[in-house]
C-alpha cells in the first residue's frame, strides 16, 4: 500500500462509530434474556474486534495481502447482515444511514489527505450499507412493529419458542431487505473474446503437460462428444467431466480457461460464485440452481458442450464439516446436486481457487482432475517476456537480447505471471518517458525496485501432497 503522508495516516482517528457502538450496546441489555439479542451483541462484537484488526493490518506495509483482503470481505458480510437485522429490531438508532455516513466520512479524509487506496474497504462497506438506509423496504416498519410486539408479550411465554419466532421473523425481514432482485446476467457471463484475448494455446507460454493433458483428454470430449462416449464403450476410456485448477493467484488460471475454449472452439460461460454467495444472503441455493439450469439450457439449445468456468469456488464450495451454519452447509449441497445435473447435460465445469485447502472434500470429488498452475519457472518467464516484448514496436530489440532477457527474467524469481506483465508495463513507461526510447535492460531493473507488485508464497495456495505441478506463462496486454 502506498501512503503519500504517513503522518496525517496515524493522525486520523478510524474505526467504528463508537457513539453508534453504546447506543446499540444499551439497546441490547434491554433484553439480556433474549437469545436474539445476545445474537446480535455478539455479532456486533465480533465485527468491532475484526475491524480493529484490518486497521491494524492496514498499517502494516508487509501485510498478507490474501488475508487482509479476505479480512475486509468478511467484514463486509457480517456487517451487512448486522446492519439489516438491527434496521428491523431498533428502527429508532437510524443505524444503516449513520454507519454509511461514518465510513464515508473516513474515506473523505483519507482523500483529503492524500492517501492512496486504502480507503476500498470503508467504499466497500458504505455500498453494502448504504441502500438499506436511503431505499429501506416498506415492510421495515410493520415488521419492527411486529418484532417489538413479540417482545412485549415474551414473559408469557416459553422463552425458547419465543426465541424461535423471533429468528424466523428476523430471517424472513432480512430476506426482503439483502435479497433484491437479482438478473442472472450479471452472476452468469458469456465469454467474448477480444483482441487482447488468447487465441489457443499458441499465447501460453509454458505449461506443456496441462496443454497435453487438455490436448489428450479435455479437447477430444468438447470437440468430439460422440467420439469420446464411443471410446468409453468401446475400450473404457475415461470421460473427463470437470477440471480444478488451483494455485497462487495472478498465475493463469483464467487465461488458460479462455485459451481452452477459443482452442474448442465452444462457448464459454462464467459463474460468478463469488458474487452469488456474498451478495444474496439467504437466497443462493435459488440462484444457484437458476444460474445452473440457464448454462444447461444453452447447452440444449445447441446439443453442443459448453464450457462453464467457476472462479473463485471456495467462496461457496468450503468445508462443510468446518462450518456449523445450517444454510451454508445446504448451499454447498445445492452446489454439487447442480454440477452433478450439468455434467449430465453436456457442460463441461472447470473451477478455479487460490485457496484448496478450503475447499469441501465432496466438491473435489466432483473434479476428474486437479491440476495446479504455478509461480512461472526461469524459462516460462524468459518466454512470457520475448512474448510480450515482441508484440509491442518498442520492444521488439530487448526481445531479441538473449542475455539481457536471462537477467531480467532472473529479477523477476517468485512474481507470478500478471505481476510479470504489470512490471513490464511499468518498464515500458520508464522508456517512454526517456525520450521513447527503445525498452532496456535497466528500465526493467528500475520498474522491480519500484514495483507494488507482491510475491505470492507458495505455501498458502499449493497441496504438495495433491499436486503436479503445472508452470505457465500468458501476455495480457
Known amino acids: 500500500m502506498r501512503i503519500s503522508n504517513i503522518n496525517n495516516f496515524y493522525k486520523i482517528t478510524f474505526g467504528y462509530d463508537k457513539k453508534l457502538n453504546e447506543e446499540l450496546k444499551e439497546a441490547l441489555k434491554t433484553y439480556p434474556d433474549r437469545p436474539w439479542a445476545n445474537t446480535l451483541s455478539s455479532l456486533n462484537n465480533h465485527c468491532n474486534k475484526l475491524e480493529d484488526t484490518i486497521i491494524k493490518q492496514e498499517k502494516n506495509a508487509g501485510r498478507n495481502v490474501s488475508q487482509f483482503n479476505d479480512y475486509c470481505e468478511m467484514l463486509e458480510e457480517l456487517k451487512t447482515l448486522l446492519a439489516s437485522h438491527i434496521a428491523c429490531t431498533f428502527e429508532n438508532l437510524k443505524y444503516p444511514d449513520r454507519e454509511s455516513a461514518h465510513y464515508e466520512k473516513q474515506a473523505e479524509k483519507m482523500a483529503k489527505n492524500n492517501l492512496i487506496s486504502s480507503d476500498n474497504w470503508r467504499l466497500k462497506l458504505v455500498d453494502a450499507i448504504a441502500w438499506l438506509a436511503n431505499d429501506p423496504p416498506e415492510s421495515f416498519k410493520k415488521k419492527e412493529q ?21 429468528k424466523k421473523q428476523s430471517s424472513e425481514t432480512i430476506n426482503k431487505q439483502v435479497n433484491k432482485p437479482v438478473r442472472l446476467d450479471k452472476i452468469i457471463q458469456k465469454y467474448i473474446p477480444s483482441d487482447k484475448s488468447p487465441k489457443g494455446f499458441c499465447d501460453v507460454v509454458g505449461m506443456e503437460d496441462v496443454k497435453t493433458k487438455l490436448q489428450d483428454g479435455v479437447l477430444k470430449v468438447l470437440k468430439n462428444p460422440e467420439q469420446a462416449k464411443l471410446d468409453y464403450e468401446e475400450y473404457g476410456m475415461n470421460m473427463p467431466e470437470g477440471l480444478l485448477l488451483y494455485g497462487p493467484p495472478g498465475c493463469g488460471k483464467t487465461f488458460i480457461t479462455k485459451a481452452l475454449a477459443q482452442e474448442a472452439g465452444i462457448p464459454l460461460y462464467t459463474l460468478s460464485l463469488g458474487d452469488v454467495g456474498s451478495h444474496y444472503v439467504n437466497q443462493t441455493s435459488k440462484l444457484i440452481n437458476q444460474a445452473f439450469d440457464e448454462i444447461i439450457a444453452h447447452a440444449k439449445e445447441t446439443g453442443k458442450p459448453v464450457l462453464l468456468f467457476m472462479d473463485e469456488i471456495d467462496s461457496m464450495a468450503f468445508n462443510r464439516n468446518e462450518n456449523t451454519y445450517t444454510e451454508d452447509i445446504k448451499q454447498v449441497g445445492t452446489l454439487l446436486q447442480a454440477m452433478d445435473r450439468a455434467k449430465d447435460s453436456n ?57 539481457s532477457i536471462t537477467k531480467i527474467a532472473g529479477n523477476l524469481d517468485g ?9 513490464s508495463k511499468e518498464a515500458a513507461n520508464f522508456a517512454l518517458k526517456r525520450n521513447r526510447d527503445d525498452i532496456k535492460l535497466e528500465d526493467y531493473i528500475n520498474a522491480i525496485k519500484e514495483t507494488t507488485q507482491e510475491k505470492p508464497d507458495r505455501k498458502e495456495y499449493i497441496d504438495k501432497s495433491n499436486a503436479r505441478k503445472s508452470i505457465i506463462g500468458f501476455t495480457n496486454n
Open 146 to 166: 411486529e418484532l417489538a410486539k413479540q417482545i412485549l408479550d415474551s414473559n408469557k411465554q416459553n422463552i425458547n419458542s419465543v426465541a424461535e419466532s423471533n
Open 415 to 423: 512474481y507470478s505471471n500478471d505481476s510479470i506483465c504489470k512490471i
Open 347 to 403: 457442460v463441461f465445469i472447470i473451477g478455479a481457487t487460490n485457496k484448496y485447502f478450503l475447499l469441501d472434500p465432496a466438491v473435489k470429488r466432483r473434479f476428474d482432475d486437479k491440476l495446479v498452475v504455478d509461480i512461472p519457472d526461469l524459462e516460462t518467464r524468459k518466454g512470457l517476456l520475448k512474448l510480450f516484448l515482441s508484440e509491442i514496436e518498442k520492444g521488439k530489440n530487448l526481445s531479441q537480447d538473449e542475455e
